[in-house]
């Protein structure tokens, strides 16, 4: 095991991934390797049945990756946290006696953002946020820190399509807010004291069009500046704190 330059540890040599992967006891993130054939097709088939990502960089990249230790063209990255699954996170809400209340987030790759994001989610009672497998920072150390703790009480899902999951939710009786720069709506607008999902989208291009239009209904927080858009922890506490507001105010 190594550090990597902050984002996480580092395990490598085939052995030492492969068991990772079959106790699952510490979840990775993604898997480098080599070569996906040969003695590499298993640990990629494993990656695979566990929905790691797996990426094929040349020997060179994993040399510097791996400075100090024998890596025979394979290093996983480990996950600072195991992934929840949306019953899990459903039934959390339902034992909590309160409305669930979900956090999507599409394409946001900085780990400060995502942890300041958790940070956030957590402290306004959140009861699980959802990540893409692609286009999403993963649960890294940077990502730890940058929570401040709340990564440790926060349930994380990840899941391969966000539309489907959009879809699955509204099954399940929940409303989808997507924040969005170009909504007529304030986000203070929507009634938020019942089953609501928040989706929130990336630093560059906000919420892809495919999903923002899974959405139930679209908002946006109000500009007055000069500046067009908000950092994406930043708008995150802003429409967060507001679902805390209405819930507040309810509350006997």
Not at 6 to 22: D, I, K, M, S, T
Not at 125 to 154: C, D, K, N, Q
Not at 171 to 198: C, F
Request: charged share 25%.
């Amino acid at each position: 095991m190594a550090p990597a330059d902050g984002n996480g540890e580092v395990l490598y040599g085939f052995h030492a991934v492969r068991e990772a992967l079959r106790s699952g006891a510490r979840p990775l993130q993604r898997l480098i390797v080599a070569r996906i054939e040969g003695r590499y097709a298993e640990l990629v088939a494993l990656a695979r049945a566990a929905r790691v990502p797996v990426h094929v960089e040349p020997q060179a990249a994993i040399d510097r990756l791996v400075r100090e230790g024998r890596h025979q063209g394979v290093v996983g990255f480990v996950a600072a946290k195991r992934y929840t699954e949306l019953d899990d996170i459903l039934s959390f809400a339902q034992v909590q006696n309160q409305p669930p209340f979900l956090v999507l987030l599409d394409g946001v790759e900085d780990p400060h953002n995502l942890g300041a994001v958790m940070r956030t989610s957590e402290a306004a009672g959140v009861h699980g946020i959802f990540l893409p497998e692609r286009r999403a920072a993963g649960l890294t150390s940077a990502v730890a820190r940058s929570s401040a703790g709340a990564l440790a009480h926060m349930r994380i899902g990840r899941v391969v399509n966000l539309s489907r999951l959009i879809e699955a939710l509204k099954r399940s009786g929940l409303w989808i807010y997507g924040l969005d720069p170009k909504s007529s709506k304030s986000y203070t607008a929507p009634d938020y004291r019942g089953p609501t999902v928040l989706v929130l989208g990336g630093e560059d291009k906000g919420i892809r069009p495919g999903v923002l239009e899974k959405c139930d209904e679209t908002v946006r927080i109000p500009m007055l500046g000069k500046i067009g858009s908000l950092n994406v922890s930043a708008a995150a506490a802003i429409a967060l704190f507001e679902v805390v507001r209405q819930r507040t105010a309810m509350s006997p």
